[in-house]
């Protein structure tokens, strides 16, 4: 990638790893999968990582030694030790871009689900506020520009917005809400939502000639170019005008309205003098401008070779050491007999053919039941956050858990909408419905299938109701 010194790269956190890597061991799935983002992102020049809950799913000492490997900042100013409070990453940086200082600093909500076991690795989430209280102090006075990568969700962005008139821009992570995918000014900030999954990446170009003016907003796809705060004065004077008028009223009604009607002359002429000035500011090539566009990472993009290369070395070394060393395992379909030993457990769609046949046939001619074959065609069988998708009862009990275990419960089979089968066979227990919009919505997500809809794809998998 080339290099230039008027470009940003940065994320909110959550890039790393998700929910559902939590506690685990770091093998070799898990490990490469950090890697290799790591040295993608290493390749890209990237220039800051700020750090979410899901970064520390495998523990932080994993995390330190990913650190490590990096080119660029781990950013979060409310991580501390608990033995003297210091800093466990980085708490901020400072970019020179042409002589324009950007601060950059990064928070994780105390509400996103970090890990309540940390205190086991010495650490623990100060509060955002009290955080950003103390990183700003120092920014303040280095920085032209104020970056906070806010990994707190839309909200708690907005709350921390209005507690802090210095931060020039929230990028927010953590549960992202569609709704907000456009920018927004709240007072002197500009908070704009970060899109998950490296799917998209949105986009800001800033140009400011004059810090001391205000921002011109342009949004792709969007008419209003004109300042926030040239919009609110406008509304303020509107407000002012219609209270002139009412005391008017109340003149000619015979009523004394005392020193009213002179203060909001005043404050009238006050609003459009400040109104123009803007107006002259927003038209003498001096203004600040952000230009927002979201870019999907469609197949109009080619792939980048040196990223290729990274992938591919990864890929092969992921499939190398589990062809070596766990594949017979995979074939075997080994289990854990202590989970078999419990119910319910998941037992796979083969036990259920001998009794529901035709189910079944229809089941071996829908896209699920071959669903771990695409990954292996992919050559991304064994890489969790893809797995969980593409398995059946992935990582809950007596499910598939890894690329050790359960041949039988490869595929997206009958147990996924009904559940464990394991007392329906043994005891003839009426099995579960979970056919339901959310069971869906837990992989037909917008991120991997923005063209789902319930009701017209559920009527293409569900079963028959005769065997």
């Not at 907003?217 to 919009?231: K, L, M, N, P, Q």
């Not at 404050?267 to 401008?289: C, R």
Request: proline share 3%; charged share 30%.
């Amino acid at each position: 990638m080339a290099e230039r010194n008027d470009i940003l790269l940065l994320d909110a956190g959550d890039l790393l790893y998700s929910g559902a890597n939590y506690g685990q061991n770091p093998d070799a799935s898990l490990d490469i999968q950090g890697r290799r983002i790591i040295d993608s992102l290493n390749a890209m020049g990237w220039t800051a990582l700020g750090l979410g809950e899901n970064e520390f799913a495998l523990g932080l000492d994993y995390l330190k030694d990913l650190e490590d490997m990096a080119d660029f900042p781990f950013l979060s100013a409310n991580v501390l030790y608990d033995k003297d409070g210091s800093y466990v990453f980085t708490p901020y940086v400072v970019k020179n871009l042409s002589g324009f200082r950007v601060g950059i600093t990064a928070v994780i909500g105390g509400d996103t689900g970090f890990r309540k076991d940390m205190g086991e690795d010495g650490i623990y989430l100060e509060s955002e506020t009290a955080a950003l209280k103390k990183v700003l102090r120092e920014l303040e006075g280095k920085s032209d520009f104020i970056i906070v990568l806010s990994h707190t969700g839309f909200r708690e962005a907005e709350k921390l917005a209005q507690k802090f008139d210095g931060v020039d821009l929230f990028i927010v992570g953590h549960l992202p809400d569609y709704s907000h995918n456009r920018p927004s000014k709240l007072g002197s900030s500009l908070l704009v939502q970060g899109l998950p999954r490296g799917q998209y990446i949105h986009r800001l170009d800033i140009s400011i000639q004059n810090p001391q003016r205000p921002y011109m907003i342009t949004v792709e796809g969007g008419s209003d170019t004109r300042s926030a705060e040239y919009h609110n004065k406008k509304l303020r004077l509107q407000q002012l005008e219609r209270l002139y008028e009412d005391i008017q009223k109340t003149k000619r009604d015979g009523k004394d309205s005392g020193d009213s009607e002179a203060i909001l002359l005043a404050e009238i002429e006050k609003a459009k003098k400040e109104i123009a000035e803007i107006e002259g500011a927003l038209g003498d090539g001096q203004n600040n401008t952000i230009r927002s566009s979201t870019v999907e990472l469609d197949r109009r993009f080619a792939e980048d070779p040196g990223i290729k290369k990274i992938e591919d070395h990864y890929k092969m070394n992921l499939v190398k050491y589990v062809n070596n060393a766990k594949m017979e395992k995979l074939e075997k379909g080994e289990r854990d007999p202590r989970e078999l030993s419990r119910e319910p457990h998941y037992v796979g769609a083969e036990s259920c053919k001998s009794c529901h046949k035709g189910h079944y046939n229809f089941w071996e001619d829908t896209k699920h039941a071959v669903a771990f074959e695409t990954l292996v065609k992919d050559e991304r069988q064994f890489e969790s956050d893809c797995i969980r998708c593409h398995t059946t009862g992935f990582r809950k009990f007596g499910g598939f858990k890894d690329i050790l275990t359960a041949k039988d419960l490869l595929g997206v089979q009958c147990e996924t909408c009904h559940g464990p089968g394991s007392l329906h066979i043994s005891k003839g227990v009426t099995p579960q419905k979970l056919f339901v919009e959310s069971t869906c919505l837990s992989c037909h997500d917008r991120e991997n299938d923005d063209d789902f809809q319930y009701e017209r794809d559920l009527a293409i998998i569900r079963c028959p109701e005769d065997n």
